[in-house]
């Protein structure tokens, strides 16, 4: 966050609680003329709040302040990980390096994405539960999957973590290693 003269200049923003409320207001301003007049005179009261880079200690007060601030909506544990650099960079890997029958492969990393009907389509939730099973223990979670989505006393930094830091991306290798684990 940077004050400029009359203005305040963010970067990186996430929107926490109102994404639908964002989603809705952008689609009426690409109808028509009118919408996106109207549009520039709506006053938004806006909470921001500015959280240091990295993640530790750091990302898990992220996590808490998502979490205070997401009450009205159902809220499911993977949601606090679907946005991550790892997932998305994961996401990315599959897209850019996987096929299914010809059919280009989606990993659903969040839970409300598009729709992709001509693509090969499995979600955050799947793939987790996949490889945990595999490389740790099939048997750990089956009545506690929130456990899976834990940074702090779960079981996802043992599985997208080094030295019980969250990574942000994985190699190649590493890659190709946890995506043979989902096509087994």
């Given at each position: 966050i940077k004050i400029k003269d009359d203005a305040i200049i963010c970067e990186n923003l996430q929107i926490i609680n109102g994404a639908q409320t964002v989603k809705q207001i952008v689609k009426a301003s690409l109808k028509n003329q009118k919408c996106r007049e109207s549009i520039k005179k709506i006053k938004v009261l806006t909470r921001i709040t500015e959280i240091s880079?990295?993640?530790?200690?750091v990302g898990r007060f992220q996590q808490k302040v998502v979490t205070s601030n997401n009450t009205q909506n159902s809220i499911k544990a993977s949601d606090f990980v679907s946005n991550d650099q790892i997932q998305q960079d994961i996401a990315e890997k599959f897209r850019k390096e996987c096929r299914y029958k010809?059919?280009?492969?989606?990993?659903?990393?969040?839970?409300?994405?598009?729709?992709?009907?001509?693509?090969?389509?499995?979600?955050?939730?799947?793939?987790?539960?996949?490889?945990?099973?595999?490389?740790?223990?099939?048997?750990?979670?089956?009545?506690?999957?929130?456990?899976?989505?834990?940074?702090?006393?779960?079981?996802?930094l043992d599985l997208f973590g080094e030295d019980g830091d969250e990574i942000s991306s994985m190699r190649i290798d590493q890659f190709k290693y946890i995506a043979s684990i989902w096509w087994l």
């Open positions: 880079q990295g993640y530790g200690t010809g059919k280009q492969v989606i990993y659903q990393h969040k839970r409300f994405s598009k729709k992709h009907p001509a693509a090969f389509v499995f979600k955050l939730e799947d793939f987790i539960k996949s490889l945990y099973a595999f490389k740790i223990d099939p048997y750990a979670f089956s009545n506690k999957t929130n456990l899976l989505y834990s940074k702090t006393d779960g079981a996802y």
